[in-house]
């Protein structure tokens, strides 16, 4: 049975966007890491335009007024009928299937090359870090070029290297070389949601982005589970999941090239000769940090499912069913979002402010430590606060920037999310459970008191 104490070692466990193993997968596996162990017995379920919007993008609700026009169902049938929407969706999948296999696929991988996982955790630190630091220059790039060619080609690139990559894990070259080939691969496919997600404003109008975010928020959940499963499929050949990321990576490229482009962005009237419109403003900082917030929150919940799990009595089932209970609660109150977004009342910020305090809510309940009755349902809170503040803060982030510099704001909300699993992982390795659970309480607790002043402004007022 493992404790809380029993994940404790000398690594991260790290998480961009929605995008994971499950935890209690990753627990076990980095556990092994950490003390030289061998893989477990029993692989369990598997589990990251428009001109620059006045501060009163903040606070208006999310596209209450670009919703309307359609019923709810009707905008909802009107995304999934998209013959465009369908083709980007499947890119966008196969461009995160490669990431959801990375932990599992890399520590097969050092297995092969070395006999143990060690090596495989610091692929992963490694390749973490390069995603996080690369993944704002790289959108920045993508703005200034053609998007579509420019991620391509970066995909294709990224398809090579991992082959390479599983040729130096087959031939057992030195762990330099492998954690080289690692962070090169990542930090080539660092900007890679950013850009699907630039490429998205020109796949569906504006007024079904918030249902085409929804639908995107369920089929996140699928490739959660099927990027490891698919890892552990292939597993006899140990550096069989690499390859398959490369595979699938390759066919990302070939796919982005038959996608809708981004619409047009004309320089703003403002900027002046040789200027690139502003980006950074108080109340963007202000969304990027909610959103370190909320994915320190919501990582922790999930780092932390094996030890609660422990602390519960159970063991790596138990910790599955509550990664269970978070995600379909986080995809189903995704595609209720989605559906319903411009019927709910409030504010952007007030809306975040709320999904925020029940993400604490929830937090709450997992920290006191109840029975396993009380412990799902706040992974339940948990999950059904997930999707609809995620959504929240894209879209807002995207209305906060200038147009010419969208990618880039999606990049930086990409690495903000990282660098909030990041601490989760972190709090997890250096603290006992209920500290490092206390931790996202007092994150939350400080985006709540930041975001009050704007929360209790008029929709129309700055």
């Known amino acids: 049975m493992h404790t809380g104490q029993d994940t404790h070692g000398p690594y991260v466990a790290v998480r961009v966007g929605r995008t994971l193993i499950g935890e209690a997968t990753r627990c076990n596996l980095l556990h092994n890491v950490s003390t030289g162990g061998s893989l477990p017995a029993t692989l369990c379920t598997l589990k990251a335009g428009r001109p620059r919007a006045s501060l009163e993008a903040s606070v208006r609700p999310v596209s209450t007024s670009e919703a309307a026009g359609g019923s709810p169902g009707g905008l909802l049938r009107e995304v999934v009928g998209s013959p ?33 996982y060690r090596l495989g955790g610091v692929m992963i630190s490694a390749a973490t870090a390069a995603e996080v630091l690369v993944a704002t220059p790289v959108g920045r790039w993508l703005d200034r070029s053609n998007t579509l060619t ?10 090579g290297v991992l082959g390479l990559l599983a040729v130096a894990g087959a031939l057992s070259w030195p762990g330099v070389v492998l954690v080289a080939l690692a962070v090169v691969s990542a930090a080539l496919t660092a900007g890679a949601p950013a850009g699907m997600r630039k490429i998205l404003t020109g796949t569906v109008p504006a007024r079904l982005l918030t249902p085409a975010l929804a639908v995107d928020g369920v089929l996140i959940e699928f490739t959660i589970v099927s990027g490891p499963l698919l890892v552990a499929a292939v597993a006899a050949a140990q550096v069989g999941g690499v390859v398959a990321m490369a595979t699938l990576t390759a066919a990302a490229a070939l796919l982005v090239r038959g996608l809708v482009p981004p619409t047009p962005v ?11 419109p502003r980006l950074w403003s108080p109340v963007f900082g202000l969304w990027l940090g909610l959103g370190v917030a909320a994915a320190q929150c919501i990582g922790l919940a999930e780092v932390c499912a094996l030890p609660i799990a422990g602390r519960l009595g159970g063991g790596a089932f138990t910790a599955v069913l509550l990664q269970a209970a978070l995600c379909v609660a986080s995809a189903g109150s995704g595609l ?9 009342p409030g504010t952007a910020i007030q809306r975040a402010m709320l999904l925020l305090a029940g993400l604490a809510a929830g937090l709450a309940v997992l920290t006191v430590g109840p029975g396993l009755g009380l412990t799902v349902v706040g992974y339940l809170v948990i999950g059904t606060c997930t999707a609809p503040l995620v959504t929240t803060i894209l879209i807002t982030v995207q209305s906060l920037a200038p147009g010419q510099r969208v990618t880039e704001a999606f990049g930086l ?16 390795a250096a603290l006992p459970l209920h500290v490092a659970l206390v931790t996202g309480l007092g994150s939350i607790g400080a985006g709540l008191v930041a975001g009050l002043p704007l929360a209790g402004r008029g929709p129309n007022r700055p």
Request: proline share 3%.
């Open 336 to 344: 209720a979002y989605g559906v319903h977004s411009q019927r709910l």
């Open 150 to 159: 420019v991620l391509s080609w970066l995909l294709l690139a990224a398809a």
């Open 413 to 428: 909300n990409t690495a903000t999310t990282g660098l909030g699993y990041a601490l989760a992982g972190a709090a997890l």
């Open 266 to 276: 004309a320089a703003a009237a403002t900027a002046g000769a040789g200027q690139r």
């Open 84 to 116: 465009a929407y369908r083709r980007w969706s499947l890119t966008t999948q196969l461009v995160r299937l490669p990431v959801s296999m990375t932990p599992l696929a890399f520590l097969l991988l050092a297995m092969a090359a070395t006999g143990n």
